[in-house]
């Protein structure tokens, strides 16, 4: 099931997106904390992906969001404000890469600055990475409560993917 968009492999551009991740995961912090962001991003990245198909959204797009939604804090080791900084970053990434249009690079850019704002709502594509976001969180150990910012959250996406147990 390859996603294509006016003709050109959007494969391309994530790859493209991917290996510049890959390139910064490599020299972020000690062994443990690069296979912490490894699992992250890339799990955000397919939580992206589902949910984007789901809500009929742009699932490519959404991919490149979560690959590159914590790009400041493992290139800077510095996780402050990584949200606002990181969408700053992400556009001249991929701005740099040519191979996106502005608006794509705007929707990408308004969601990683939104990510971190977990209790308020935005548009559509926005609410797509930070549902991935703490789905991923909340999934990577399910035998761990969910956190108090990401727990109404995490409760609604469970309703919406069909996670609820059933009632006995």
Same mark, same amino acid.
């Not at 995961?25 to 990245?45: M, P, Q, S, T, W």
């Given at each position: ?22 390139? !910064?995961? $490599? =020299?972020?912090? +000690?062994? #443990?904390?690069?296979?912490? %962001? ?13 949910? !984007?198909? $789901? =809500?009929?959204? +742009?699932? #490519?797009?959404?991919?490149? %969001? ?103």
């Amino acid at each position: 099931m390859g996603l294509k968009k006016e003709g050109r492999q959007t494969m391309d551009r994530i790859e493209k997106v991917k290996n510049y991740v890959d390139a !910064a995961l $490599r =020299r972020a912090g +000690d062994y #443990e904390f690069r296979k912490e %962001a490894v699992i992250h991003v890339y799990g955000v990245a397919q939580a992206c992906a589902m949910l !984007a198909m $789901r =809500r009929g959204e +742009d699932a #490519e797009l959404a991919v490149i %969001a979560g690959l590159l939604h914590d790009i400041w804090t493992y290139s800077k080791m510095d996780s402050r404000e990584h949200a606002h900084k990181g969408a700053k970053m992400a556009g001249e990434i991929l701005e740099s890469m040519g191979l996106f249009e502005e608006d794509e690079i705007r929707k990408i850019c308004r969601a990683i600055y939104h990510h971190s704002g977990k209790a308020i709502t935005q548009e559509p594509f926005d609410e797509v990475l930070k549902d991935a976001d703490v789905f991923q969180h909340c999934m990577y150990n399910p035998l761990k409560e969910a956190s108090a910012k990401e727990y109404a959250r995490f409760e609604k996406l469970k309703k919406e993917l069909g996670l609820e147990a059933p009632e006995q």
